[in-house]
């Protein structure tokens, strides 16, 4: 996998309560095969992951969320955790950030609770994708194909289960983000325009 990412700009975007492990091994891996990272948060300085059943490190912001437009990434990742996605849920930069990379039909691999996030950019109809399992009804609500298998793909839209599932998420991931833009957003494709906050 060396190389296999060079050139290859990546944003992972985390608030506090992120799983630890859902950031590490995305991190080390998208790094092995050769991208840059950025590890982007609404929180200033630092990042707290959480690990497992308590807090874990904290981990150095590269940029903040006000600083960043996914013009300026070739793909994005979000771990989970129960915390994470429900304060980036509801952060506007974030969604506007995310919906960004659909609208430039740009890898995303979203992880066990990550996909909450997603829900909120509107564009998960008619995709195939799975998640920890308790938000399964909130995805199949969202629109899209929810199913139980360790890593799922369409169209550059790449999510898992659990941290079980991180040697097959992470290998599809850096696939995904080799082979470079999806074209086709399924019954999304509609939408378009630029989706940025001043």
Request: contains cysteine; charged residues 30%.
């Amino acid at each position: 996998m060396e190389n296999q990412l060079k050139g290859k700009k990546v944003a992972i975007v985390v608030a506090n309560g992120f799983e630890e492990v859902e950031l590490t091994k995305p991190l080390e891996a998208l790094r092995e095969a050769g991208a840059t990272v950025d590890i982007i948060s609404p929180e200033e300085k630092s990042v707290r992951a959480w690990a497992e059943t308590d807090w874990g490190k904290d981990y150095p912001v590269d940029k903040n969320i006000k600083d960043v437009i996914a013009q300026d990434y070739d793909a994005l990742v979000l771990p989970g955790g129960v915390m994470n996605p429900d304060h980036l849920r509801t952060n506007d930069r974030v969604i506007a950030f995310v919906i960004g990379f659909f609208d430039d039909s740009k890898p995303i691999a979203a992880i066990c609770h990550g996909p909450w996030t997603l829900i909120e950019t509107g564009e998960l109809d008619g995709r195939k994708m799975t998640s920890f399992k308790s938000l399964k009804t909130d995805l199949e609500n969202a629109g899209a194909l929810w199913v139980d298998e360790e890593v799922v793909t369409d169209n550059g839209l790449v999510t898992s289960r659990t941290p079980k599932d991180l040697p097959a998420f992470c290998k599809k991931m850096i696939e995904e983000i080799a082979e470079g833009r999806h074209d086709q957003r399924g019954n999304s494709a509609k939408r378009g325009g630029v989706h940025q906050l001043g």
